[in-house]
C-alpha cells in the first residue's frame, strides 16, 4: 500500500497528474500520457496511417507535442486534447509520404525519358531544339489514345495503374502502350539526331 502513495490510482487522478506535470514542464508527464492514452493514440493514427513504424513515429511525436505545448485548460480535456493532437500529427505525416511518393512517381517517369534520350546520344552534342522539335512531331503523330497516355504519363507523371483507370483500360495495356511509344519515340530521335 504504501508504494502506491502518491501515485493516482485512477484515470480521472492519473489525467490530473499528467497535467500537473505538463504545466511544470515535468518530462515524467510523456510517461504517464502514454500510459494513460498510447492505446487511443495508437488506434487514432492507425486509421490514417498504415505502417505500424509510422503509426509508432506519431504517437511519440504526439507524446511529445502534449508535453512540450500549451496544456488545455481543463485536466478532462486532456484525452480529447491528446486525440486531436495526434490525428494533426498523423495526417501531417500522411502527406509527406504522399509528396515522397508524387516525387518518386515524377522522378521514376523523368528517368524513362532520360534513359530514351541518353540512350546512344552520349558522343554527341544534341541540340535541344532538335529534340523539342522530334518530341513535338512524335507527339502530333500519335492517335488520340496513345498521345493522352503519352501525356498523362510522363508530362503529368501519374501511375499506369491511375492512367489505366481513368481512360477505362487495362493496366497491361497502358504499360504496353508506354513501352511501344518509348521505343518509337527512341527510334525517332536516333532517325533525326
Known sequence: MAENAGKPNNSEEAANEAYRLMCERDEKAIELLEKLYAKLLKKIAG????????????VNDALHDLWRGDPPEKPEELKAHAAAVCRRRAIDRLRTLER????????????EL???F??????SAVDSMVIKDVLNSFVRSLDERDR???????FLSQTPAKIALSMGISRDLVYVRISRMR????KELERNL
Not at 47 to 58: A, C, F, G, N, P
Not at 100 to 111: C, G, M, N, V
Not at 118 to 123: H, M
Open 148 to 154: 493522352t497516355v503519352f501525356m498523362k504519363r510522363f
Open 47 to 58: 486509421t490514417v496511417l498504415r505502417s505500424k513504424e509510422d503509426v509508432e513515429e506519431v
Open 114 to 116: 532520360e534513359e530514351i
Open 100 to 111: 515522397k511518393k508524387r516525387r518518386a512517381d515524377f522522378t521514376d517517369t523523368a528517368e
Open 183 to 186: 521505343e518509337k519515340l527512341k
Open 118 to 123: 541518353t540512350d546512344g546520344f552520349e558522343d
